[in-house]
Each structure stands twice: as structure tokens, then as C-alpha cells.
């Protein structure tokens, strides 16, 4: 039986309060209508109404239902956007605002990626992943300064040889 009314918090669902969960340990518990799940689903961003599952619905556990508000195109879209704008920070950060490869000046952004000047990329690999994982924690630790911007090329021939051939003094 819910309380008298004034006796309880606001329910605010996303970090919602813990006494009101333990009252409604799911929010749909209450039984409430205005927070039923519901079978389809308009996308704030294409505009499209879709079935509202885990086939058309991002997962996303601090939404009450489980699932993201935008469609699973539209997320992936924003995701990628997210990682493309993210790159693209990392990368004039360590190039000072012009990127360019510390090796042959290389200085197409497609080409361009970060090398571990004291080669010890492995183990920042298995810790943060290959992606926006680690640009992410780049950003979040204030760009330490063990990188450096080369092209997917001469990173290769450091990768293979220990140095690019372009270097041989490396
Ligand atoms: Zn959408
Ligand atoms: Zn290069
Ligand atoms: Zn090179």
C-alpha cells in the first residue's frame, strides 16, 4: 500500500532515491500508467515509430525501461559521431592544432593515429581497448604525454621493424 501522500520523496527515476526504491523496487511496480512501458516508440531523432524492444531500442540501464529514447540507428549514428569528434580532439591535442606525422609529415587526419613512443602500447590496449575507449581516457587523464601522431604507414614500419624505414636512425 503506497503512503500517505507528502510522506514520500519526488520520484526522480534516473538516480532515483533509495527510500523510494525500497517502497517501489521496480518503478513499474506501482503499477502507475504514466511509467508502463510502452509498445512502440516514436525516435526523438528520425521521427520514426518503431516497436519499443531490444531489436529497435539501444540497451540502456539507467532508462526505467531499459532502453535508449533514440532508435538503434540513430545511436549507433551518434556514437559514431561521438568517436569521429573525439578522434579528431585527441589528435590536434597531440598535433598542436595541425596533426601531422611526427615521421614524414603526413598531415590527412585519415591517415594519422597514436603511437607509443616507448612502445609500451600493449598493455594500454588490453586496459582501455583498441577504439574511443582509449581516446576517451586520453581526454579523461589530460592527454599524458607518452603519444605521438604518425601515420598508419610509419607506425606500421615501427610495428614490424622497431622503426620506420623512412628513419633509419630511429
Ligand atoms: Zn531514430
Ligand atoms: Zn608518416
Ligand atoms: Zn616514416
Redesign the pocket.
Known amino acids: 500500500m503506497p503512503p500517505a501522500e507528502g510522506s514520500l520523496p519526488v520520484p526522480v527515476w534516473q538516480g532515483s532515491h533509495p527510500a523510494y526504491r525500497v517502497l517501489f523496487p521496480s518503478p513499474l511496480a506501482c503499477g502507475c500508467k504514466r511509467f508502463a512501458k510502452p509498445t512502440t516508440w516514436r525516435c526523438r531523432v528520425c521521427k520514426r515509430t518503431l516497436p519499443f524492444d531490444n531489436d529497435h531500442f539501444t540497451t540502456d540501464r539507467h532508462n526505467i525501461h531499459g532502453l535508449k529514447w533514440d532508435c538503434k540507428d540513430c545511436d549507433r549514428k551518434s556514437c559514431r559521431e561521438y568517436g569521429r569528434r573525439l578522434r579528431h580532439e585527441v589528435l590536434m591535442h597531440y598535433g598542436n592544432g595541425h596533426p601531422a ?1 611526427a ?2 609529415g603526413e598531415d590527412n587526419v585519415v591517415f594519422l593515429c597514436l603511437d607509443h613512443i616507448n612502445n609500451d602500447g600493449k598493455q594500454d590496449r588490453q586496459k582501455w581497448g583498441p577504439g574511443v575507449g582509449f581516446y576517451l581516457m586520453l581526454k579523461r587523464q589530460g592527454f599524458p604525454g607518452h603519444l605521438q601522431i604518425l601515420c598508419y ?2 607506425n606500421m ?1 615501427r610495428a614490424l621493424l622497431g622503426r ?1 624505414p ?2 633509419p636512425s630511429w
Request: proline share 0%; glycine share 12%; hydrophobic share 0%.
Open positions: 606525422c615521421c614524414c604507414n610509419c614500419g620506420c623512412h628513419h
